[in-house]
């Protein structure tokens, strides 16, 4: 998968396979096209729901139309099943009505996560960045009327949703509120409500993304994780719910669901969906057949053997992890195929390339 480079749209019925296999592999590899951790903006374009894998509705269905309906949705999911792919494909840039804004919280200061008001200072410091970068010049105007609030206009750390570069006077509204001076917490809330009222007023859903929490999980730079995620979820929740009643979807760690501070915000974060596992070695080709579109110009299911999606399946039922029970593994099963000069991926590639994972775990 090259990054940067858009997706197409993938054939609806696979074709057979023309050239010699090896060719088709080594434009995969060079495509690093089971790339098991795509940027961010790139997880929508490889996504498959999991409703259609499944055949259901509890999981892409149900978070749009809890989100179109103003809900706090809990994703449940360990690392790798998907949350960040889920919430991507269902917030994509082809959405229409919703309007995602993500906020990190994780790297950024500890206060955000844990006081509603840095949290809301945050949110307001984001859309003025992504203001920024959507309408430079206008904004550029905009904080010329406000310096004293407003940092360095050129300070451009990051993307600005694609709903805001279609509503170009939205933008410039959400700039000059962005940019007001609001020197009280008080003021600060209202501040980030207003911004959340000027969306809401432009017939879009705004929707809070918070899709890096379950790091506070296993990073080692936050000393006090488990109190970080006591007030993230005790104070900075409930904010979302009652000052600012916006819709939001977090990610989150089931190792939470037993937490007590977590069960405390019960009431705040009022849906919760769980991601569901990847039913059988057919769905696990069709999300590697998703794969091959990009660097192949079509996608094809004759690239990897019925024996080794088995072996794919088999492996991460016994712990699911996209990330790393399937693409990883399919990952270094391709090199291994390339390597031996095979047409496709075979059972025996899938086999080795888990010994030798193994090997370094
Ligand atoms: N249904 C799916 N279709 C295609 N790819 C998927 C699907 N589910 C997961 N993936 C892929 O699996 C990998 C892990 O998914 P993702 O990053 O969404 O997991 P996560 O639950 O957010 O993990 P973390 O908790 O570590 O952030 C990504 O490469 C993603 O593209
Ligand atoms: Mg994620």
Known sequence: MTPGKPKRAARATPARAQGPGIELLRRLQEGHAFNPSPRHDQLYAVHVPYDELTGGSSCEAALERALRQGRRVALVGASGTGKSSVTEHVLGPLVEGLAPLRVPVTMERTGIATDPVEFARHLVALVGRWVDVALPQRSRDAADLAPARRGPAT??????PTWMETKVELAYELSQAAALDAPTSTQVVEQARGLLDLIRGDELVPVVVLDDTDRWLSTSWQPDNPGVRAAFFGRVVRVLAEELDVAAVVAVHPTYLTDADYQASAGFLDTTLHVP??????????????????????????????????????????????????????????????????????????????????LVD
């Open 155 to 160: 300070h451009k750390v990051s993307v600005a």
């Open 277 to 358: 596992q990847v039913p059988d070695a057919a769905a696990v080709g069709r999300i590697l057949h998703r794969r091959t579109a990009d660097d192949l110009g079509e996608e094809r299911d004759d690239l990897i053997s019925p024996e080794a999606l088995q072996v794919l399946f088999e492996h991460y039922r016994h712990a699911p992890n996209v990330r790393r029970r399937l693409l990883l593994i399919a990952n270094a099963a391709l090199t291994l195929a390339v390597d031996a000069g095979a047409d496709r991926i075979e059972r025996n590639h899938c086999i080795a390339a888990i010994t030798q994972e193994n």
